[in-house]
């Protein structure tokens, strides 16, 4: 009987880890406000790879660790205002489409396959 419950019990560990194992559905988020200012101007600020402090309030500080700002592949270092760390690198650039991509490369990352791409687009009327 022993036997028995043992082969059962590491039947079903082994089932609950390939559970635990399995990839997890992909989430995509999906987020847009309007800005009262033309598409240029807000390239300007939201288009400057290093430039989050300006405008993303829980970043403190980034500086570029590798390669040249809003060259595809350079890595910033950003520290947020609780102190943490996080290394980014940038995956993609397109200033003629206003488009820039990254990704976590290491530090205290808030998620994994984290891939977000910002699009500046103008909505009409003076307003992004």
Known sequence: MKF????V???FAMASAQLFAAEAK???????????APP????AVAGDFNGLPKWLP???ESVIVLGTNNQIGAIRQLTRRNGTKVTERLIDYDPAAMRIGYTYVDGMV????YFPVMI???AGDGTT
């Open 110 to 113: 808030a998620a994994s396959d």
């Open 58 to 60: 829980t970043i403190a």
């Open 40 to 43: 240029a101007a807000v390239w």
């Open 120 to 122: 500046v687009k103008d």
């Open 4 to 7: 028995i419950l043992a082969v």
């Open 26 to 36: 992909e989430l995509t988020a999906e987020q847009s406000i309007r800005i009262g």
């Open 9 to 11: 019990s590491a039947v």
